[in-house]
């Protein structure tokens, strides 16, 4: 009975893990990524020297107000960003339906910054929540894959509980390749496993009602028509932006929200573990308090804090960076999980078509990935800066690039040559990661010199890629994949 019961876990562990695991392995890596994603983006515009943020003055906040009422005059709903010590300048931003982008202004003057338009950190943001499929589709599969995780834990822990301790304590990974990849795959696992279920299910929760939505409340048949917007230019924001501090106690303030009859400053994300959103509301044009209720209950509480530690905007640099290295850890379990799909059937069944399918998916995952994720980011050096549209260029190498990994992977894989793709294709990372930080001295040296910490961040983060993909490529040598 036992032994049965095993036996079907373990078919529901394999097959649920891999159709998952593609796309969990992609949800992870981005999102390991994406926990930087502001600071991507100021890598990604060299123009933004700023090195700290600065209360906005009152003239920039003027300035940044009559950025918002000309967008709205062409139909574009735009907000505005206050500096953070991660993003210290003023920002007038407005959702394109992948990112948000805008103009970036020095807090001190209100001049905008001649800075490149960029998709920045946001696209790797974006793919980990929507897999760049939109909100509504792209959320219900990204959930999908995310409850299929929770059920691959549970079913993975009873399939090795009996034996766990031994094998992490022998930790084989110098003995036959299926049992190396499989300890390595049993240790990651159980390092990280409370960081997985954490980020699986509050990812889950967190976007439940895309799966189960509220029902929609039904049209009133007289209901007035929105109002037009008032000349919010004729309304200084700093001293409602005084008062709003003085309404939000602990809490930064972090937006500026405009609708037809209201200004909304909102508290900032990075306030507290809890992402409450809290706001202070006051009326247009004549700038008048309104009363704003911010009492929550307990489930509003808990799902401010499962909403915090999901998009930890509230962590510090050293959490940040934990929760970055604990993702790239998720990542390798999926990664590792993938490969033993194929290892453990291709032992008993051979190199049958399916099997090779497997393999060319792998790779373009695996090796694929990293692959465009830095092509999309040596891309940012290589668009002219003035180029029209250029955060879709920056888009579009991105795409490209994974596809035409994908596509001689598949090739490959399926002429049964996988192990030339997996060669090639970490070959292709090596080359990319080596490259990145050569093409930001060489084509950004004041940035370099303004701000080294940050670029010699992102810089490493490609050059740790290039040298774990030249080490896979190395120990792969010319064996099969």
């Not at 917007?229 to 004729?234: G, I, L, N, R, W």
């Not at 709003?244 to 809490?251: E, F, I, T």
């Not at 059937?345 to 998916?361: I, K, S, T």
Request: with cysteine.
């Amino acid at each position: 009975m036992r032994e049965t019961l095993r036996t079907r876990l373990g078919w529901l562990h394999g097959w649920l893990g891999y159709g998952a695991g593609l796309v969990l392995t992609c949800i992870f890596a981005t999102g390991s990524v994406a926990v930087f994603n502001m600071e991507i983006t100021r890598w990604m515009q060299p123009e933004v020297q700023l090195a700290a943020p600065a209360p906005p003055s009152p003239p920039a906040l003027d300035a940044a107000a009559r950025l918002v009422a000309a967008g709205q005059a062409r139909g574009v709903s735009a907000f505005i960003a206050l500096p953070s010590a991660r993003s210290p300048t003023l920002d007038v931003l407005h959702y394109n339906g992948h990112e948000f982008v805008g103009a970036r202004l020095d807090p001190a003057t209100g001049a905008v910054i001649p800075a490149r338009i960029t998709a920045g950190g946001g696209l790797f943001y974006n793919f980990h929540h929507t897999l760049f499929l939109g909100p509504q589709m792209g959320t219900i599969i990204v959930n999908i894959a995310g409850m299929a995780l929770l059920v691959a834990v549970v079913s993975g822990v009873v399939i090795h509980i009996h034996a766990l301790v031994p094998d992490i304590i022998m930790l084989r990974l110098s003995a036959a390749r299926l049992r190396a990849w499989l300890d390595a795959h049993l240790l990651a696992g159980v390092l990280f496993l409370p960081f997985i279920v954490m980020m699986a299910y509050t990812g889950v929760l967190v976007k439940a009602d895309m799966i189960v939505p509220a029902p929609a409340r039904p049209m009133q048949a007289n209901a007035p028509a929105p109002a037009p917007m008032p000349d919010m230019t004729q309304l200084p924001l700093a001293p409602l932006l005084a008062q709003a501090r003085a309404s939000l106690p602990g809490q930064a303030p972090g937006f500026i929200l405009f609708a037809p009859q209201r200004v909304s400053i909102s508290a900032s994300d990075a306030s507290s573990a809890f992402l409450t959103r809290d706001h202070a509301d006051f009326s247009l044009p004549g700038g008048r308090p309104l009363p704003v209720d911010t009492t929550a209950t307990p489930i509003a509480r808990t799902m401010q804090f499962m909403h915090g530690l999901h998009y930890a905007r509230f962590a510090p640099p050293g959490l940040r960076w934990l929760y970055f290295l604990s993702g790239l850890c998720g990542t390798a379990v999926m990664a590792s999980g993938l490969v033993l799909f194929v290892m453990k059937r291709r032992r008993h069944a051979g190199h049958r078509w399916a099997h090779r399918l497997a393999d060319g998916l792998n790779v373009a995952v695996i090796a694929g990935l990293p692959a465009a994720m830095l092509a999309f980011l040596e891309g940012n050096r290589l668009v002219p800066a003035s180029l029209p549209g250029r955060e879709d260029w920056e888009t579009r190498i991105f795409f490209s690039v994974w596809a035409l990994c994908a596509l001689h992977a598949l090739f490959q894989a399926l002429r049964g040559q996988a192990r030339l793709a997996w060669r090639a294709q970490l070959g292709l990372v090596g080359l990319l990661g080596a490259a990145l930080p050569v093409l930001d001295v060489l084509g950004c040296p004041a940035a370099f010199r303004a701000l080294p910490m940050l670029h010699m961040a992102v810089d490493g983060m490609g050059s740790g890629a290039a040298i774990m993909a030249l080490y896979a490529r190395h120990r792969l040598g010319w064996r099969g994949a």
